[in-house]
């Protein structure tokens, strides 16, 4: 992840400062342990400015409202208790080239300030940190006692100390460049690395952008360098800088990440804040989604694989009581032939009543023959009753299994984020193995009160044609959405998404039409590595949910089958077709 380096932050101020300065704080919200967002008024508009400390992505923005669920954070309570209906005055650096914006707070704007909010940029060591006016920290996102940090501990009521000044020289346009050229080359080195050695306020990221956007290679030497490159690379370190005095910025994507500076621009973007509002929401949606992905995955693989060995141990039981007749047939020959038993017998063979063959009875030696047969009718009797309260187990867990294997499905079609959406759905199977008592509910995790949205694709009539990408969306689609014209697909007896073809009043569906839609169900099915997949397809009104039954489940009537081939799908999902 790329973090916010002096010159992001320098352009994220001068948009704040230009366009939020001086406003009104109406409210304070944390959305997680290391987000905050101030809700900021001034005369012409209303916004919530992100403030983030955490240790990859520390910055600070206009960002997106807060949802709408409780904020139980002390940090923020006690913020919002000393900040809220104070004006937002000024936004400075605290000291020449250091990542550290002082927010300064006043009753109005044009008074001394009477509070200060230090947003430290530094990576690892990000926090923010109210002090009043005197600079007594009152509190802090991240408290460091002296055992963390004997260099710089941060605590409540102790003094304000700004952080350790940087010692690399810094840069200055009145600096020539024969003096320029001689610091970089002084060490042989890599061209990139030198520059961040040889002065501060340069990132990892800035320095290899600013070396490609004069044409050369970050990781050439800078002994390798003509006259030309060294002239070229001049004048885009001279370029850098006047773009930070002036302020002129020129936000936008690049092939690695984003700039402000507009060098190796792929797309450009309306502002800063929107680039790194956009950037930094994608970059954590997207390790959540991995992380929520891969625990979901985990805890269905293992709940499907207790469910499987419990299915096979009430199978094996089955299998058991299946040799109920055998034993009652054991204990009647025994009953009829009393006469040949003798004590101490472990084992007797007698002839069977209607097929006349031999039939061997395994005796216990220390009971006679009555005994033995009473024993024989026991275990008869005992087996038929387990048929009868195994079956249903077995049955519901079969039920069980079905669920989870379309659980399982539908993270398998979900294997890699996109779009918030993605994030969305995953959250809702989330919630529902929640709901479903398969997984613990967390303490906090976000809210929204919108639903997802499925797969949308159009058929070669122009059909639209609608794929849930979660039980939810299965069962929305399939008893919420549906109408009396619309045609409903499944994989037969396969687990998979819930389709649905949308139909207008008289419309009729051509064969390429269901066929596309046949595809498709078996593309969004646990079959779609098969070559071709059953699937049945009937109106909406002949499908039905079993009472009791989980979400995503349903029972259908009067279907017919097609013959979906996924493979064909993905030519259609490419745009071959």
Known sequence: MQPVDFTTLTAARAELLAEWVPAKIEQVYQRDRYNLTICL?????????????????????????????????????????????LALINLDFLAPWERVLDLQFAQRPGEIPIWHLYVEVMGKYS????????????????????????????????????????????????????????????????????????????????ARSLVRSANLDPEQSNQSLSEADWEKIGQKWQEWLQILENADFTPGWTKDGYTVLGWNLIEPTENVSTLLNTYYTNEFNRQTFAQLHHQLQQKIANLLQKQRQKAEKFVLRLQESDEADEYRQQADLLMAHLQAWEPGMKSITLTDFETGEPVEITLNPEKNA???????????????????????????????????????????QLSTYHSPEDLHTLEEI????????????????????????????????????????????????????????????????????????????????????????????ARYSRARQSEMVPVVYTEPKNVYKPKGAKPGMAIYKHERVLWGQPHRANIYLNGDE
Do not use: M
């Open 41 to 85: 008024r001034t005369l012409k508009k209303r916004g919530w400015i992100d403030i983030c400390w955490h240790p990859q992505a520390a910055r600070i923005c206009v960002g997106d409202p807060p949802p709408r669920i409780p904020d139980t954070f002390a940090f923020s309570d006690r913020l919002r208790h000393q900040l809220k209906g």
């Open 127 to 206: 926090n923010v940190i109210l002090t009043d006016a005197q600079n007594t920290i009152v509190t802090t996102a991240r408290q460091i006692s002296a055992k963390q940090s004997s260099v710089r501990p941060i605590q409540t009521g102790q003094p304000y100390e700004v952080p350790p000044p940087l010692t690399n020289t810094a840069p200055s346009l009145s600096e020539s460049l024969p003096r320029w050229q001689e610091r970089v080359s002084l060490v042989p080195g890599k061209l990139a690395r030198q520059l961040l050695k040889s002065y501060r306020g340069l990132s990892p990221n800035l």
């Open 370 to 412: 009555v005994q033995n047969a009473q024993a024989l009718y026991k275990r008869h009797q005992k087996l038929k009753r387990a048929r009868t309260a195994v079956e249903p187990l077995l049955r519901e867990v079969e039920a069980e299994i079905s669920y989870l294997e379309q659980v399982e499905d539908h993270l398998a």
């Open 430 to 521: 989330r919630d529902e193995l929640i709901q479903e008592g398969y997984l613990d509910a967390p303490q906090r995790r976000s809210s929204r009160s919108d639903e997802s949205q499925p797969y949308r694709f159009q058929t070669p009539s122009g059909f639209e044609l609608l794929i849930g990408r979660n039980n939810r969306q299965n069962d929305y689609l399939t008893f919420r959405t549906a109408s009396d014209y619309d045609l409903w697909f499944h994989t037969q007896e396969i687990a998979g998404s819930h389709v649905l073809l949308r139909l207008d009043p008289g419309a009729v569906a051509s064969d390429r039409d269901l066929q596309f839609a046949a595809d498709l169900t």
